[in-house]
């Protein structure tokens, strides 16, 4: 994102390009009342009232030609999405429509939004702090609506305000320090070491509980990676289709069908899959299969969870040996496909490498097995049932490594107060931490970040 001014009035696009009902212009930035009022006929916006709508024409002030017929909102700072003036130009619906009032916007006097800098602008007027404003894009991007709670409850700030206490709790151990140098005619270092002692251990163990709650917060919102593996023909694409109720991958009775990866985001019960059906994995001479089956290993190796599928109406082959020994040591689910035929299959070798509650029979034919494969996926990634009630889930990476930054200066004070090294010396440790948390709710935060942060945005949000 470039340098800009505050003091602009920027104009984007908010609504999806393509066809639609209605499309919508925003413009914010002091003056941008009086802007729209120069494209406006039907009223007069500048004395209309904050939060109110007004019916008319959007007009081109270089030829006076009507450009569409609109609904324009009013919403005057500071209770606006930016904290600046707000218009909303409800117009039709289109490409063309949205595209000619934005240009004669532009034309008028506003520039071109950067992505994200509305949402940027919020954050910089003190309307939303950083943490908060990353959950807008993650409402936005969110697969399933465990998703989207866990960002509801980011947005109203349940991040925000954990971080902020522990800050203050930092900065009273702080001043702590700095009244024992002030006043260093009484003897109180011993008491001053055990009040930091307590107070970082506390601050240290509400930390690696923010720490422990990142794997199933990166999970809800990026979602289980999980690969099907198999050798050919044991089902892996129908069982693609099955899961997502629409023939995505094309499934014959000829060995090496998929020779190239198949990617889909699926929902499982409330488990938001990222899931890859791979090509069968066999010794073979085909040039574009074999390097198929080599796509299909290095998705495995990368893999959150691998789905392993087997023929229940075969034995256990050489093939199948093959794919036991990529899964060892990793979070698998073994599937046994088509019990709706003779069983043939012996699981003793597969119970070797993988547990029998993760050993599942289905039918992806019917959908026979299907909801203990839920169940089995529930359990392994939350424990049962996924239920996000009050607790606060850190699903950022950002997040995650400013806590683990936190802690390790959370730590190195620990061990300063306990090896009773000048109080000075365990201010600047505290002081450190206090900035790591800092920068995940943006009090310290500096300006190339910030960049990176709402560069992930788009346009108009």
């Not at 919508?24 to 939060?51: M, P, Q, Y």
């Not at 392994?380 to 990476?397: K, R, T, W, Y």
């Not at 090294?421 to 790591?436: I, Q, R």
């Amino acid at each position: 994102m470039k340098a800009t001014s505050l003091d602009d009035i920027i104009a984007a696009i908010s609504t999806p390009a393509g066809n639609g009902g209605i499309g919508i212009v925003r413009v914010s930035g002091n003056g941008c009342i009086d802007l729209a009022n120069e494209l406006f006929t039907g009223a007069d916006l500048t004395k209309k009232e904050s939060h109110t709508i007004s019916f008319g024409y959007i007009k081109n002030p270089a030829n006076n030609n009507v450009v569409d017929e609109v609904l324009v909102s009013i919403m005057r700072a500071p209770k606006t999405y930016t904290r600046d003036d707000v218009v909303e130009i409800n117009c039709h619906g289109g490409t063309q429509a949205c595209q000619k009032v934005l240009e004669v916007c532009v034309n008028a006097g506003a520039r071109l939004a950067e992505q994200g800098e509305f949402t940027k602008r919020a954050f910089l007027n003190g309307r939303i702090d950083l943490t908060q404003a990353e959950a807008v894009i993650d409402i936005i991007n969110a697969k399933t609506d465990l998703g989207r709670q866990s960002a509801v409850n980011q947005l109203e700030g349940s991040i925000t305000k954990t971080v902020r206490d522990l800050r203050d709790t930092l900065l009273t151990a702080i001043a702590t320090i700095e009244a024992s140098i002030d006043y260093p005619e009484h003897d109180i270092e011993e008491e001053t070491y055990d009040i930091l002692r307590a107070r970082a251990t506390e601050i240290l163990e509400k930390t690696q509980k923010l720490i422990d709650s990142a794997d199933k917060g990166k999970i809800i919102r990026e979602g289980i990676s999980t690969v099907i593996l198999g050798k050919p023909n044991v089902g892996k694409s129908s069982l693609l289709n099955y899961l997502l109720d629409e023939e995505r991958a094309i499934v014959t009775d000829i060995p090496g069908t998929t020779r190239d990866t198949v990617e889909e985001f699926i929902n499982i019960g409330g488990v938001p899959v990222k899931i890859v059906d791979t090509a069968g994995i066999r010794e073979t001479h085909d040039t574009v299969e074999k390097i198929g089956v080599e796509k299909s290993k290095e998705y495995a190796n990368k893999a959150d969870l691998i789905l392993m599928m087997a023929d229940t109406s075969r034995s256990i082959t050489d093939e199948d040996r093959q794919i036991l020994d990529i899964i060892r040591n990793k979070k698998a689910i073994v599937i046994l496909n088509k019990i709706d035929l003779p069983k043939e299959i012996d699981i003793n070798e597969i119970c070797d490498i993988v547990s029998k509650e993760n050993i599942i029979s289905v039918s992806a034919k019917d959908g026979t097995g299907m909801e203990e494969l839920t169940k089995r996926l529930k359990e392994m990634f939350f424990g049962g049932e996924i239920e996000l009630n009050n607790d606060i889930l850190i699903s950022n990476v950002r997040h995650q490594n400013s806590l683990f930054a936190a802690k390790n200066s959370l730590i190195k004070a620990i061990e300063t107060i306990n090896m009773c090294m000048p109080v000075d010396f365990v201010s600047m440790d505290l002081t450190e931490a206090y900035n790591h948390f800092g920068e995940i709710t943006g009090d310290s935060v500096d300006d190339e970040l910030l960049d990176r942060i709402f560069s992930q945005f788009c346009l108009g949000k």
